[in-house]
């Protein structure tokens, strides 16, 4: 146990990450619950849906056709948040010029992919194996890959990592017209988090932008480092594993922990051991592992409330465009961020205090990285079939 | 119109209040929805509920009784996410010490308070009259005043508002045992923003830590106002007026105005016309116009979309426990945060990219304005009854 204390006061916690703080209150587990219940999951889908836009073959909204793909397969959203061209737009900053200041706005381009995770419409990451994760992260790899800007200090490390990750028989995506920055690889899963199709996939928007939660993580361990010399994530790394009490699980390459921050009631991060500054730096053995700890965290997820469990994750790593002391700063990290509190149908909402004041979180990490360590073994609904 | 363009390419804008960005994707609206819809609120409440923990004369989880109370009463959460006593914890942060940089913890002590609205378990903000809200806002301004600082600039107003508010004759809150930071008062409304109960209530946490939001806002509002002189709010109301494209309503005291930020699509923000610094700056006229602002959102929300529409509202104002400066930095204001996007069941998700990256809206504050300014009028449920 970290400080015995922290298990009976209300406190806060600060994340270094964000530089930002958070209300931990663990003895409010107890209050009643007479609000919304979400609907436990029905597994009663086809393995193949005539109706769904992803299944292989079928016909897209704006009338493309997907392929008769084998595990993943990438293309353009059909309704994307960001488009490569649009119209420009220049707006000035001036000191005396109170709208300048008090209404800004700024251009954003960028292309956002829709990437299956299987030909399958009712499997999910909890119930496939390492290996048949694994193109995922080769085809994540590829796509970063293809969209480095040329004079980033990862090309060449890029360009060894596609020696070793053959091409995608079902098409590879062409890179983007225009050098962008960002690379955001997400997934939101279930239809608590949005979801609105079940078939597995998950979404890459790159923008010609650094968005604010990559941004900030980018300012803080950059000042992490210049104060200390070292890298906060190996520092955090070797503290966890050596303190134990939030580690869920681990292999060679990656550990996954609740960290000391975290906000989701059963939030998890995944953070490569050593210092991985972005998928690309992988090679084929790490690459399996990172399919591993994936694995690991959406069966033991989906174990602990018998239920599909549903989540938001994403990936952070070094931005398309960068420095090369950027490149430095980034470590490879997956973050997990799932709603649920005491069971399939009580979930934790981030909401008025939560958006007003501060977020607040019930149980603690170390309570949660205990329920998660003791939820490994089979897939629940294994065993019923 | 601001910049034309804005309402066709993908842009940020810039919240000055957080001194954080926000993606802006206005041609997105039209994607097809297949995912999670809520179920359309059913009005078919009984005016008392003998089930409610709320009603008046009703048993409370812990034992206690409500009294027969006539509008607003106050009493301290039986489920409190602070409490006043606890234990202590003093931590140490030493440069060196690893640990202590990574799993900072800090003591949060306080009391929470929940607050009806109304004796009738059936009615809302949007069913009551402006003069029906009145007791709202003095038992408010009543609860913030008995917890300021002995010190606090704000003192002498607090104690000349008192003199034109009647005491509450079904009881008062008793000062806190020792003097706290940070007053926040808000509402959770419907059980899609995990309100857990529909009789109408309000929150009040109270803390011994200045929240991340309010903290923020008056690090930006401070700095706006080394920069120019001027006050960000001032200036940005007087923008607003000028403007007028994002106005939804006003009054003589105050301008209801979808943010040039916003994130949430139908978030809405209440500013006082004047320098407010907190509640007990307001004189009985200001009192009542704030609970007619309160009162026009809440029925222009439910009118849009006929339905009883969810939210989360949270007042700003100055802290309890503050200095001269930071008291002139504060400036009343209230925001909403209202999840549906384009209907009674369609909401929007801030989920994965959201969470991993940047909060992203679609319709523009100008187009939701635009909405809100055309449902004032009797509340829709008046006309079906
Ligand atoms: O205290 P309540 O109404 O039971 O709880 C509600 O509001 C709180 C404050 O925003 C949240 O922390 C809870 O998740 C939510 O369910
Ligand atoms: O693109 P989708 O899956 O239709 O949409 C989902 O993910 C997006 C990115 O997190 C969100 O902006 C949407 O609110 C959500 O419904």
């Not at 219940?37 to 909204?61: I, V």
């Not at 800004?104 to 956002?112: F, H, K, S």
């Not at 890179?175 to 609105?196: D, V």
Request: a negative charge; glycine letters at 4%; aromatic letters at 10%.
């Amino acid at each position: 146990m970290p400080d015995e204390v922290l298990n009976d006061i209300s406190h806060r916690r600060y994340n270094p990450l964000t530089g930002s703080w958070l209300l931990v209150s663990p003895h409010r587990t107890k209050r009643p619950w007479q609000g919304a219940q979400e609907s436990p999951s029905k597994s009663t889908l086809p393995e193949y849906d005539s109706k769904c836009y992803l299944c292989p073959g079928n016909k897209r909204a704006q009338g493309d056709s997907n392929p008769d793909y084998k595990n993943t397969f990438a293309f353009v959203n059909d309704y994307s948040a960001v488009k490569e061209e649009q119209q420009d737009y220049h707006p000035e900053t001036n000191k005396n010029d109170v709208a300048s200041l008090l209404l800004q706005a700024r251009p954003v381009t960028g292309r956002c992919y829709v990437l299956t995770f299987s030909a399958k419409h009712d499997t999910t990451l909890a119930d496939m194996t390492p290996e048949e994760i694994l193109p995922v992260i080769n085809t994540w790899t590829r796509i970063y890959a293809s969209h480095l800007s040329p004079s980033h200090p990862l090309k060449d490390h890029a360009k060894q990592a596609l020696t070793t990750i053959p091409q995608n028989p079902d098409g590879e995506v062409s890179p983007p017209t225009h050098q962008l920055k960002n690379m955001q690889i997400f997934e939101n899963k279930g239809a608590a988090m949005g979801c609105s199709n079940p078939h597995p996939h998950c979404q890459i928007w790159t923008t010609s932008t650094l968005p604010e939660e990559p941004g900030k993580e980018l300012v803080n361990m950059g000042k992490y480092k210049s104060d200390t010399g070292r890298h906060l994530l190996d520092d955090y790394v070797k503290l966890e594993l050596e303190k134990k009490e939030r580690v869920v699980w681990q292999n060679e390459s990656f550990v996954v922990v609740c960290p000391w921050w975290a906000l989701w009631p059963f939030e998890v991060l995944i953070i490569s051991k050593r210092h991985v500054r972005a998928l690309v730096d992988l090679d084929e053995k790490e690459r399996l592992e990172f399919a591993e700890a994936v694995q690991e965290v959406a069966r033991r997820y989906d174990n602990l409330f018998e239920t599909n469990f549903p989540y938001s994750s994403g990936i952070h790593q070094a931005p398309l465009d960068c420095t090369e002391e950027e490149a430095e700063t980034s470590w490879l990290h997956m973050h997990f961020y799932p709603p649920l509190l005491r069971s399939a149908t009580v979930k934790k909402f981030l909401v008025g205090y939560e958006l007003m004041a501060e977020p607040q979180r019930d149980i603690t990490p170390e309570q949660a990285a205990a329920k998660l360590r003791d939820c490994g073994g089979k897939l629940y609904r294994k065993s019923l079939q």
